[in-house]
């Protein structure tokens, strides 16, 4: 498969900040990949070398091939993170004047009903509701029905029902064959969405799969939370790992089938618990243990750093 988007050991920094230490990433056409990752972990860093609104400092981006600052600007659509169209124009005036940048744009109306807006087409930008206003710069953004589509969280500050329909929009985009990288700290977004999904730490991908290879190698084992304010030893003589976590027991590793051995347990022992939920590892168990990884690795290197610099003075 050709590859639509590639970073290839990328760096970026900015002063004593470094945004970006590495980070690579190729993406094929047609694909939908998800990144995510702690919130100064280098995303919209990464988006904006990709979509030439910032130059790397070293490594290379590529885009349909192309450098990003040459690329034709008519293939991409690109949703900012920060986007401040005018205020006093109406919804489909705003989608109307992007449209008009284009030789060839789709039918601003149509772009309306896909993000879910076609009744608020009359209503200044500045008199919508912030998720409206978010969803009015996605349909900015695919206006001229682009191939390639960079999205710097599309869904944040989206209502649930707002969400699922820029995620149907997004599904449909890709299944006609549009390469989507988009930025999210929604799991379930990412899970839903993504065919890939890179994580990126410290300014580079610790690590890159579909989410199902990420949580079947990063996610750990499944959990039985038990609601209870009893102690772990209550549960002391079961086989399985047990923690306490929020105010409740987690029981880990234990099996659909082996739930009614816990229960014994707890009603052998008396114990009193008010609710019990068993689940698989997901999306947000690869994060939080990935991201915790990196923030120690991070803070060994600083520890580091210290020691080494300590040393130096004293030498
Ligand atoms: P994310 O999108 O993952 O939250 P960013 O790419 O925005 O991360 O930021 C990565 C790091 O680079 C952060 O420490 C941020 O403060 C810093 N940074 C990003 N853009 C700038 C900038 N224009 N000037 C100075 N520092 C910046």
């Excluded at 130059?55 to 192309?66: S, W, Y």
């Excluded at 919804?91 to 992007?98: D, H, S, T």
């Excluded at 009614?260 to 243990?289: F, S």
């Amino acid at each position: 498969m050709e590859a639509v988007v590639e970073a290839d050991d990328v760096r970026k920094t900015y002063g004593e900040t470094i945004a970006l230490s590495g980070a690579s990433l190729s993406v094929e056409s047609g694909e939908v990949f998800g990144l995510i990752g702690p919130n100064g972990a280098g995303k919209t860093t990464l988006v904006r070398a990709l979509t030439g609104t910032t130059d790397p400092d070293d490594g290379t981006v590529r885009v349909l091939g192309e450098s990003p600052t040459t690329v034709d600007r008519h293939r991409l659509g690109v949703l900012p993170q920060a986007f401040s169209p005018p205020d006093r124009l109406s919804a489909r005036e705003l989608l109307a004047y992007y449209a008009g940048l284009y030789d060839e744009a789709r039918d601003p109306d149509a772009v309306l009903a896909d993000v879910g807006l076609a009744d608020a087409g009359d209503t200044w930008y500045e008199n919508l509701s912030g998720g409206q206003k978010r969803r009015v710069c996605v349909g900015a953004t695919l206006i001229n029905d682009p191939d390639v589509c960079f999205l710097d969280e599309p869904t944040t500050g989206i209502d649930p029902a707002g969400r699922r329909t820029i995620w149907e929009l997004i599904e449909d985009l890709a299944a006609g064959g549009t390469t989507v990288v988009l930025t999210t700290h929604d799991m379930a977004e990412a899970e839903r969405l993504a065919d890939r999904v890179g994580l990126l730490a410290d300014g580079s991908l610790v690590a890159q799969g579909t989410p199902g290879a990420l949580v079947r190698e990063h996610g750990g084992s499944s959990r039985l939370t038990v609601e209870t304010s009893a102690d772990p030893s209550a549960l002391e003589d079961l086989a399985f790992p047990v923690d306490a976590c929020d105010g409740a027991l987690v029981v880990r590793d234990v099996d659909p089938a082996e739930i009614g051995a816990v229960v014994d347990v707890l009603d052998d022992r008396g114990v009193a618990y008010t609710g019990l939920t068993w689940a698989e590892p997901d999306l947000e168990d690869v994060y939080l243990a990935l991201a915790d990884d990196a923030e120690r690795a991070r803070t060994d290197r600083i520890g580091t750093a210290a020691g080494l610099a300590k040393a130096g003075e004293t030498a």
